[in-house]
């Protein structure tokens, strides 16, 4: 993880404000959302202009932009009215840089993965996966990987006690879909990628794994054989709620 520059200095970045996808029919996101997450629409706006081409870097844009909530934190999805763009590649796998997924803390494994079988999502694991004793940093931990009607690749996460941030194990979080944890990007080079976002932007580290084994295997779905420490997942945690995953070999 990253967290606050070191004392004395100025960070560029003081917080996450929200996570953006792009998606083709955003009506039917934000009924995706809404009705299997339980996010709650906070605004739906239309942008086009020149200020907006420049920022962009597309020629003609005109987007649709809808803004939503789960527990303190937002995301935004946007529809292209103009330029259209392209899907995602049919034959995506998680260790592509492309790759990104958000992580969505519920309160209850069991019931987010039934509540998630009832609504018919696609799996991108082959069922939930509790991580083994032997990893110190993410022992007992439990995740499930599915993905949203574009095929945006989903999280939904359970911390023990004593793991993860203080706010899931609040009392008050007795909601089944609490909020969302962090966002996880694909990178080349984890030591390159680390000094940009600490140097650049002004975050630290705040913790690191690396997580193998046929637990892992079965959460990223990817069988692959385990040669050397490029060929799974390092995880290098940064503040605010951005993950770093560089994945090697398979």
């Known amino acids: 993880m990253l967290s606050v520059a070191d004392a004395g200095s100025t960070p560029a970045v003081v917080a996450l404000d929200s996570i953006g996808l792009t998606v083709s029919d955003i009506d039917r996101s934000v009924d995706f959302f809404s009705k299997v997450l339980s996010f709650e629409k906070v605004s739906d706006k239309e942008i086009f202009g020149s200020e907006y081409e420049h920022l962009q870097g597309l020629f003609g844009v005109r987007a649709r932009v809808v803004r939503m909530k789960l527990g303190d934190e937002s995301i935004e999805l946007t529809e292209y009215l103009t ?24 309160s209850d494994m069991d019931r987010a993965y039934e509540w998630l079988r009832q609504n018919k999502v696609e799996y991108a694991s082959t069922g939930p996966q509790t991580l083994p004793e032997w990893n ?3 022992a007992g931990i439990k995740a499930f990987y599915f993905k949203d009607p574009d095929h945006h690749a ?4 359970w911390f023990p006690p004593g793991k993860g941030d203080p706010k899931w194990h609040r009392p008050a ?16 080079d984890t030591e390159a990628s680390l000094k940009f976002y600490k140097e650049a932007l002004g975050l630290r580290q705040v913790a690191e794994s690396e997580n193998y084994g046929v637990e892992q295997k079965h959460l990223n779905n990817a069988a692959c054989e385990l ?24």
Do not use: M, Y
């Open 136 to 138: 110190t940093n993410a």
């Open 83 to 106: 330029p259209k763009g392209r899907p995602i590649p049919a034959d995506s796998r998680s260790n592509d840089r492309w790759f990104q997924h958000i992580a969505i803390i519920v």
């Open 173 to 188: 979080a007795t909601k089944l879909f609490l909020g969302i944890d962090h966002t996880a990007i694909v990178v080349n």
């Open 154 to 157: 989903l999280e939904i996460l």
């Open 227 to 250: 040669e050397n420490s490029r060929s799974f997942p390092r995880e290098s945690w940064i503040w605010p709620t951005t993950r770093l995953d560089s994945n090697g070999g398979c």
